[in-house]
């Protein structure tokens, strides 16, 4: 699966590609790591808030979100699924879409508030989840997956 740019593609019409991307300005993408590596989460140490979203709100969110990771308000990456995702995220339904802000290390819980903070500004309210990044890597989807918590339009940061 293949990655584009947000300013390029649009969620609901790339069929193509898996991911939409957005970067903050000067963005240097982090050292690739061995599989063995990317699963291992003292060595793995990013994570990302899960935003779920259906068909009707996706475009809208995600246009919010890729301009607050544009301008440095978010983590150094997000990225939307598209079409060509669409019904494969594990545990959710086929409308759904997830957007994932990106944080660089999962142990600096001030860093996670603040991303967090940086997706309540923009009006997301619902219920956020948060996953490290090598649950991914080692193929752990759903309540198993996360890590930290936020209830329903707070910024507190709950250890799972």
Known sequence: MTMTNALQHSPTTEHKEAWVRAYVAGYVAPPLLSPEDAQDPAINRRGKWLVFVDREHVEEVWAKVAEATRAGALGDESKVSTEYLRGEIPRRPEDSYVIVAYSEEWTDVEDVRRVLRGIRDLGITQRLTYKRDAETHR??????????????????????
């Open 139 to 160: 193929g752990i989807y759903g309540s198993g997956s996360v890590y930290y918590r936020s209830p329903e339009g707070t910024d507190l940061v709950e250890r799972v």
